[in-house]
């Protein structure tokens, strides 16, 4: 999963389950489902994620700013 356990929070901005496992897909699929308000909070939370850290323009700035640092390091 490399960086993702550090930025999605299972139940806050996405549902989280063990890869391969059929029973815990199903069953946070069935939550999704049924609860509406656990659905409307991950898509309002994952699209201020994609807003906020996926954002090409985001990630371009940062790695501008580690770029600088290192050259100012040097």
């Known amino acids: 999963m490399g960086g993702l356990p550090d ?3 299972d139940k806050e901005n ?3 389950f063990m890869p ?3 029973p815990e897909l199903s069953s946070a ?3 999704m489902i049924v609860d509406i308000d656990l659905r409307a909070r991950i898509a309002a939370e994952s699209l201020l994620l994609a807003k906020n850290i ?3 323009e985001v ?3 940062h790695l501008n700013d580690i770029y600088h640092n290192l050259l100012e390091d040097n």
């Open 14 to 16: 996405a549902s989280v």
């Open 20 to 22: 391969g496992s059929i």
């Open 54 to 56: 996926f954002n090409p």
């Open 7 to 9: 930025v999605l929070k």
């Open 29 to 31: 699929l069935e939550q």
């Open 59 to 61: 990630i371009n700035k």
